[in-house]
């Protein structure tokens, strides 16, 4: 019974029922990850800097660590098969950790990842009644897919395959799939997963693509209807390739 | 008696956290009007979209000119009660409307907004919506207490809920400015008898809807307290100093605008209470739309109050005479009257000779359903 001093109460509503910006990582971690950089650092230490780098930008953002969810699928590293690191993870409440580098690049497992969980995501949000953007999953890789023992899948059926479902799923406006390569990477092979033109990573400049990473989702979380979401520029991590 | 039907307004537009660190104006804008009695009230909410050039003066454009158009019709209202024709003004005033855009020279995309409002009044109205932000409606029931001195109110009775169309992500909806936007144009006759409505933006949702139905623990406080108000600015005020607390900015950092009217003077009465009510939602608009929905959504309930045994007997002797009394008069004038929503098809009208099926011509009867012992 309400008294007519009752107040409104907040006590019941969802604490943080904000729209939610899905991100998928889907990083290589694979034994070429391990080679050294201008910087001194191994490519996957750069990386693993990175990552860090955008836990903070993710959390000094008052609407992107309320609205930004991460995900991160490791291809390589400690397990043959591609495996699911970090379920999807509300921005505020991310960790970054440290990536391993080993093994090989079972990529198109990865992929196949990455979408699923996509999908799984959208119907958690639809059952909670929580809005959401087009989720990105953001690949970056540095070698030519392999399968679970090492070898080669380029020109395969399985590999084209999930490239074909990458693509289709993109035209269908499922997710937008943004390919980047790291040195040394299959650039050709890579950009068959996506409309959206494959870039190279200065491989000493992955802190900067993190940032930019954390800028873009901030930008797509604070966007409204009608909006064509202006992204950073890619200069500050990008480099020209020769 | 006019006194008792007047409508009763609160409304507050509040900038979003978000908003305000990006340095974005509010782009929101409501419009409200009520007939000289207060009897007829025309509202309106337009929210702009964000980088549209002149999204804020769109959605002024848009919700001023619904609610002039819509106040001229009062006096039909009050002969004809809603119907078909209600429908057809709304869309002819949209298209003017539209047509006032594209005369300033513009692109009329520069304008996008999207729209919800409603026109109601004693004998019945509207909702009418394009996009997001949301609409509810519902009928006030007086509970009787043989020995209470406080009114009792249940507040939220055979609710109409006009849902946000999103498409399928949060940053895309609908706007009246688009090409298709007749396709997008929702709308549901509301039957006689409706004592609250509220319109609002997205923002404002999470504070008036909870799992598809009307969040009572803010809004049966909020609504005690307009009812006790002095004046519009008060009311004002209230919606206002709620939408604003730091309790609710963590809830989001959207902008809330939200309006809600109530039909009651409740000055009559010495004290009231308002009390739980038991009535699901009843959802509506995208019916025909595959949407995902919430599986309570589509029962009304309502609970009897318990009953002394021998007023029971007394009671289902009764029954079984009235019972008997209204198959002889004939059931037909019961049909599809207790503020069932029609979802109506917003296309325009083709007056066609082909016969209409019986859903679409709302009864409009004026009277009040049966077993309600409340004076209107």
Partial sequence: ?242 | MAVENRWLIGKAAVQGVSHLAAGVPCQDYCEVETSPDGRWLVAAISDGAGSAAKAAEGAQIVAQSIVRGLIGEVARLERDGPGLWLKDRVYSILLDTRERLRRTGDDIRDYHCTLVGTFIGPTGGILFHVGDGAAIASRIKLVARAQAQVQELQLWNDVVFSEPENGEYANETFFITQDDWIKHLRGNILSPGVDIVALMTDGAMPFAIQQGQPNAPFMDPLIGQMLRAGDAAERDAILQKYLSLPKANEVTNDDKTLMIAIRRDMADFEQFKIIPSTTVMLMNSLADMAKPKDPNSFETTEEPQPLPKVTLLISLLALAIAIAALTLSGLALYQGRLHKPVPISMQPSNNDAAPRPPGDNPRIDGGTDAPSNSPK
């Fill in chain 1, 1 to 242: 019974m309400i008294a007519p001093d009752d107040e409104p109460t907040y006590a019941n509503l969802k604490s943080n029922p904000n729209q939610r910006t899905p991100c998928v990582l889907v990083v290589d971690s694979s034994g070429s990850m391990s080679m050294p950089t201008p910087s001194n650092l191994t490519r996957i230490e750069e990386l693993n800097r990175g990552l860090k780098a955008f836990e903070e930008a993710l959390k000094s953002s008052d609407v992107a660590s309320t609205r930004v969810q991460v995900a991160i699928v490791c291809v390589g590293g400690a397990a043959p098969e591609a495996d699911l690191m970090m379920d999807f993870t509300d921005a505020h409440d991310f960790e970054a950790f440290d990536f391993i580098a080993g093994g090989f690049t079972p990529l198109g497992r990865g992929l196949e990842l990455a979408l699923n969980l996509v999908e799984q995501q959208k119907t958690a949000y639809k059952s909670h009644g929580v809005n959401y953007t087009r989720p990105w999953i953001l690949v970056i890789s540095d070698g030519e897919p392999t399968d679970n023992s090492g070898k080669l899948v380029r020109g395969t059926q399985a590999w084209r395959t999930i490239a074909s479902q990458c693509r289709e799923a993109e035209l269908a406006r499922h997710c937008t799939i943004y390919p980047i390569c790291v040195g040394g990477a299959d650039s050709a092979t890579l950009q068959e997963i996506s409309t959206t033109p494959i870039r190279l990573v200065d491989q000493t400049k992955f802190l900067e693509l993190f940032v930019w990473l954390s800028n873009s989702m901030e930008a797509i979380s604070r966007s409204a209807p009608g909006d064509t979401v202006q992204l950073p520029s890619t200069s500050p991590w990008e480099a020209v390739k020769l």
